[in-house]
């Protein structure tokens, strides 16, 4: 708000937000003429944008001036009004320049803040002060800053002046934050320290860390000690006799010791490592499995500075990793008032967890056996836990010190729950048709779930029904929605009008509908030997197609129905009451799963597991419009609600495993998210099972455990065991892809949402289950008919994003089902071409001949399946292309997978930030140096006379890849990259005393770097010569071709793989990880063990010079310039390497092998012998035993993640 004093900041948050929401045009373009009764469409376009921009600019700045509104009220022009108030308040701004001035030249650093935020503050007020035509030089400022710091950072002032090198105030800034981290870790008095004083005469030492400097005495040093209770000189605390008088009357309490920045505010699901601290403490309810009311010295404890706190509850806390580990943290203290959640080493080393602690990071180890890791973060360590445990928490805010409450069966509130919060109405129906036994209605009151989740409107009336099923079919697209668990974010419904039966499908994209759609006819009319007669729907894209001056132009759905003899009813523009069906249906859907959401606290990412339940209960209760249930009319029968249950309630799972223990737990916990599609039985979402989404028979459901409060907390046991493939019968696991309507992949995942007969699952008994036996079965095995060592890839298959079958040519994209997804892909790829000015058109020379061109079209999918665009791209046919005419000059270098390996290990060992840019259209970069005519693009073409001729590299042609590397070559140098000598795709820049690395693999590229800030400049300064696309932190980057034919292989694949003999010759390590392995076939014939050997270790030598040439390039490693280590357990190759002793047995041995004596000689490397036993590298060459590989598989820095 403009309140007279601050005129230049809000002048720039006006221009960003009119930026950002597009209204920016009246400032950027002129005022242009009042369209008349000759002025063209584009003219009447233009003056339409302008004015629409003019106006809410207008109203948008007015409506954030505090004092002057109405002054300017004359001025109708947005440019006027701004300059008026300018004109207005920067005379006065002017005048803030002195006392701007004083306040940077008088502001010192007094320690209140951090040194970061003090930095910022004087960088703020330089800024402003650059509108004022006072502009304040970089160094000018970088000696201000320094000159406000206090006498503490005297050192760092002198190594600064000491300097030749005068540093950016940026570099300031990480140089001051790091003095200050310095500072702290040396001044630190009282550090993270809780302790618990329960007994008599024992008490809690708080005494400060005494720091002795100089050769300054005992006694001088005593007089100087200050009891932090009385703050009285000449004692400490332990020996302050009122100290010990307030103890005696205080009695026995839990005392809590903080660091100092505990009183910081940091975010409630962070928790923070105590290395003293005896107890757990958190201070939100979130989290908690069970609460209790604390009882005699738990009621509060106590800080440092004596600060008392209280202890609200006392309970179990649940921590979920982000590896998925459960740690349960029992006896946790809440206290609302602390600002930090602190867990005690000192609580679970007992329990056998082991803490490694490195520079800035630790991990988690129980069993040997990684569960967790986190990070230093200010000075203190943070474990790095899931982002979403929280959603899996069982007490909420009001639930502290609640019993579990007793729900009769017959209680309608209950059912209500149940069945997905229907209306009293409903539920006195399903009484009265006998569907369900008399329930009480007396404790039906107010159900504030449905009051957060429904809403009324009036309802249209007069509609008429059909009089049979299928007559008329009601549709509708609802959405976007958050991606749900599987990917998706819409959902297509059909409903049968006479029955209001109805099925749901999820889906990623609008265009779906239409395979959605032909499932749903095959099935339907299957079963019920009955057609489609009519569907009614909006005038979306998907169901009308376009329409044209013609009348429609009908797309794939339309076109379909007419095909079939269907009837298609379109609403009328704005009329969506004329498919109210559908759009009522909807609403339905969306309250109960709003309300379903709301009863429990499970992730937003379940909404369609809750969906799907809302359909299943629709499809069971009653409805005002029809005179029995949905599934009455549809299957014939009544329906059966005994197996029914609240959704997202607690239970316990039984998953059926063999390998059970005696005195393992039966059931795993979890909470209900639906019923089994295709099968009896349930869905179960379990937060510490892989995989989260089981289906199962047999579970306890917990409906009445809403709020836990019991003494005893209900525990869940993280099963590190693996179950076998065999132990699946009455498990279900659905992997994490997106299912296919289209019939690709199984037949559960194709399934809609839709009941089948007499789906009701048992319910797991307590007293009963124990004592049944299971039936004996046949012991005898049976083995498939599809060998074993195919499975893994055809489940792969399943996952093969490369199945759907893209066109291959022009027409057969315009004949396609997608032809306007693929037409606007060619139009997007020529509107590249023009912005990078690729061609002219001109006419052929004589006796010139012009290169062909193609479009190549490719869906693009994400790594879950979901379709991100249609790509088209217009290639040269340049296998037409004659050297010496064409092109002169075809080799560019692509980076090494080692290099990027050896990138890699920097990454994680440094901890480096590793982040990925795309080039769009790289090759377009590139600039000709021959002369290249290409003919016109098909559907593009305008005079036919005409040829193309390229200024730059086009994909396709032989010189394209080379041309492009050459101008990315030429800008990267010019910003101070410098190439590696063996490796001409890694680049390295060196800013003092930070670096990056850059990684070109064709036109992605990796970033990494030891400083944000040079990682953003690179950034910026990429995107200016380049159109770049910023993908973030790496994800998945450079795949391999290793596996180009794991999904879908064929038989050719097979036998080549079965008749490849390997030999080892050489593993190679690098910050204890692996970065270079090879197996082959030798090419050399050996008369003996040695000599093979000798040729591995020559290949090893080899690759080990290379590596030490490339990592010398690097700059920032080394060790490397010592002996390279190479390891051989062979005893007879080794002695052979380091003598020059011949005999008859080697004499032919080639010379080139020899060269590596040389190296030994000039001890560049070094062979040593290793036993058998102890060599990593056996598991890629042979078969192992089991704990060997395991050994091995250790060494090899390759860590199980379970």
Not at 1014 to 1038: C, P, Q, R, W
Not at 1151 to 1167: P, S, W
Request: hydrophobic content about 35%; aromatic content about 10%.
């Amino acid at each position: 708000m403009l309140n007279g004093d601050n005129f230049s900041d809000w002048k720039d948050q006006v221009l960003l937000t009119l930026g950002c929401m597009d209204l920016d045009l009246a400032f950027r373009v002129d005022e242009p003429p009042i369209p008349t009764d000759s002025s063209t469409p584009t003219e009447k376009a233009s003056y339409e944008l302008w004015e629409r921009s003019n106006r809410l600019s207008l109203m948008l700045i007015k409506k954030h001036i505090s004092k002057v509104f109405g002054v300017q009220s004359q001025c109708t022009k947005v440019k006027d009004f701004l300059k008026a108030i300018e004109d207005q308040y920067v005379r006065s701004d002017k005048a803030l320049a002195s006392t701007l001035m004083k306040r940077l030249s008088d502001v010192k650093y007094n320690g209140s803040r951090s040194v970061r935020e003090h930095i910022m503050h004087m960088r703020d007020i330089a800024a402003q002060l650059k509108p004022l035509e006072v502009d304040i030089s970089e160094p000018f400022l970088v000696h201000l800053i320094l000159n406000s710091l206090p006498k503490e950072y005297g050192p760092f002032k002198i190594t600064y002046n000491a300097q030749k090198e005068k540093w950016s105030v940026n570099e300031l800034l990480t140089m001051c934050v790091q003095e200050e981290e310095r500072l702290k870790n040396e001044n630190i008095e009282v550090a993270n320290l809780v302790t618990q004083n329960k007994g008599k005469g024992k008490r809690g030492k708080f005494g400060p860390y005494e720091k002795k400097t100089g050769n300054m005495s005992n006694e001088s040093f005593g007089n100087k000690i200050t009891c932090f209770f009385c703050r009285k000189i000449g004692h400490k605390k332990k020996d302050c006799l009122k100290y010990k008088k307030w103890l005696e009357k205080k009695g026995n309490f839990i005392s809590c010791v903080c660091y100092e920045s505990n009183f910081v505010k940091v975010p409630d699901n962070t928790w923070w490592i105590d290395s003293g601290s005896t107890i757990h403490v958190a201070n939100t309810m979130q989290g908690f499995l069970s609460l209790r009311k604390p009882m005699g010295s738990e009621q509060s404890i106590y800080s440092g500075n004596q600060m008392r706190s209280q202890v609200e509850a006392v309970g179990t806390f649940r921590l979920v990793f982000n590896n998925g580990y459960v740690l349960d943290l029992e006896s946790t203290f809440y206290v609302p008032s602390f600002s930090r959640n602190l867990v005690s080493i000192a609580k679970l080393v007992p329990l056998g967890y082991v803490f490694n602690f490195s520079k800035s990071s630790f991990s988690v180890m129980k069993n040997n056996v990684i569960v967790g890791n986190g990070y230093l973060d200010n000075g203190l360590y943070k474990f790095d836990l899931d982002s979403n445990f929280y959603s899996t928490h069982l007490i909420t805010e009001n639930g502290i010190g609640t019993k579990r409450c007793v729900i009769k069966e017959n209680s309608s509130m209950l059912w209500h729950k149940r069945l997905g919060h229907i209306s009293i109405e409903r539920l006195k129906r399903l009484t009265n048709d006998g569907i369900l036994k008399d329930l009480d209605f007396s404790n039906f009151g107010t159900c504030v779930d449905c009051i957060k989740g429904k809403q009324t409107n009036k309802s249209n009336k007069g509609a008429k029904r059909s009089s049979t099923v299928l007559e008329l079919i009601h549709t509708d697209i609802c959405g976007p929605f958050p991606p749900c668990f599987n990917g998706q974010r819409y959902f297509v419904s059909f409903i049968d009008d006479y029955s209001r039966y109805m099925y749901l499908y999820l889906i990623f994209d609008k265009s779906e509908a239409f395979d959605a759609f032909k499932a749903y006819k095959v099935e339907v009319e299957k079963q019920l030997e009955k057609s489609i007669k009519i569907v009614r729907s909006d005038r979306g894209g998907e169901y009308y197609g376009r329409y044209t001056e013609k009348g429609q132009n009908p797309g794939p759905f339309a076109a379909f129905l007419k095909e079939e003899g269907i009837i298609a009813q379109y609403t009328m523009p704005g009329t969506p009451q004329q498919n109210g069906v559908a759009e009522r249906r909807n609403r339905t859907l969306m309250d109960m799963v709003r309300s379903m959401m709301s009863h429990t606290n499970l992730s937003l990412e379940l909404w369609s597991e809750a969906l799907k339940t809302a359909v299943y209960i629709l499809n069971r209760v009653p409805s005002k419009v029809v005179p029995k249930t949905p599934f009455e009319l549809w299957k014939g029968w009544k329906p059966s609600l005994g197996h029914l249950h609240i959704w997202g309630c607690p239970v316990e799972v039984r998953i059926y495993n063999p390998n059970i223990r005696k005195l393992d737990p039966r059931t795993i916990s979890g909470y209900f998210i639906g019923y089994a599609e295709n099968s009896k039985g349930y869905r179960f979402y379990c937060p510490s099972h892989i995989p989260r989404i089981v289906e199962a028979r047999n579970a306890k459901f917990l409906e009445d455990l809403e709020v836990s409060g019991s003494n005893i907390p209900r525990k869940e046991v993280f099963e590190e065991d693996q179950v076998s493939s065999k132990t699946l019968g009455e498990l279900t696991v659905y992997p994490d892809y997106p299912p296919s309507i289209k019939g690709k992949q199984s037949n559960q995942e194709q399934s809609p949402t839709k009941d089948n007969e007499n789906v009701e699952p048992s319910t797991l008994n307590n007293q009963n289950q124990d004592e049944n036996v299971e039936v004996r079965r046949s012991s005898r095995v049976k083995k498939s008919a599809i060998s074993s060592d195919y499975i893994v890839y055809l489940q792969e298959s399943d996952f093969d994003i490369g199945l759907e079958n893209d066109p291959t040519s022009f027409s057969q994209a315009m004949s396609s089902e997608n032809f306007n997804l693929w037409h606007n892909a060619m139009k997007e790829e020529i509107a590249s071409m023009d912005k990078n000015q690729v061609w002219e058109l001109t006419k052929l020379p004589e006796g010139a001949k012009p290169v062909g061109c193609k479009w190549v079209y490719k869906t693009k999918r994400n790594p879950s399946g979901k379709i991100e665009r249609y790509k088209a791209r217009l290639v040269a046919k340049g296998y037409t292309q004659k050297e010496g005419i064409d092109y002169r000059e075809t080799f560019s270098p692509v980076s090494k997978k080692d290099s990027f390996r050896i990138i890699m290990a920097l990454v994680a060992h440094f901890d480096l930030e590793l982040h990925q840019m795309d080039v769009k259209t790289a090759f377009l970069n590139g600039d000709l140096e021959e002369e290249v005519y290409m003919s016109q693009p098909e559907g593009f073409s305008h005079d036919s006379n005409l040829v193309c001729k390229l200024k730059k590299s086009i994909y396709g042609l032989k010189q394209a890849s080379r041309q492009w590397y050459i101008k990315f070559h030429n800008v990267v140098s010019s910003f101070g990259f410098k190439e590696n000598i063996v490796d001409q795709c890694i680049y390295l820049k060196v800013s003092g005393s930070k670096y990056i690395f850059l990684v070109l693999y064709v036109d992605d590229i990796l970033l990494a770097s030891s400083d944000m800030g040079l990682l953003h400049e690179t950034k910026v300064f990429l995107a200016k010569n380049f159109e770049m696309k910023d993908m973030g932190e790496a994800s998945y980057v450079i795949v391999g071709m290793l596996g180009r034919y794991q999904s879908n292989p064929g038989i050719e694949h097979w036998k080549a793989a079965k008749k490849i003999p390997v030999n080892p010759l050489q593993d190679i390590f690098f910050a204890n990880g692996a970065i270079s392995w090879k197996s082959t076939k030798q090419t050399i014939t050996a008369s003996s063990t040695m000599e093979a050997e000798f040729v591995a270790c020559y290949e090893a030598t080899s690759q080990a010079l290379w590596l030490r040439h490339f990592i010398t390039g690097l700059k920032i490693v080394d060790s490397i310039f010592r002996p390279i280590q190479i390891f051989c357990d062979n005893s007879a190759a080794v002695f052979f390497s380091k003598n020059n002793k011949s005999g008859s047995r080697n004499k032919h041995i080639d010379i080139k092998y020899l060269v590596v004596r040389e190296k030994v000689n000039k001890k560049e490397i070094v062979i040593q012998h290793i036993r058998t036993e102890l060599m990593v590298a056996d598991p890629m060459t042979k078969a192992l035993p089991a704990n060997s590989y395991r050994n091995h598989v250790d060494r090899m820095g390759l860590v199980n993640p379970m």
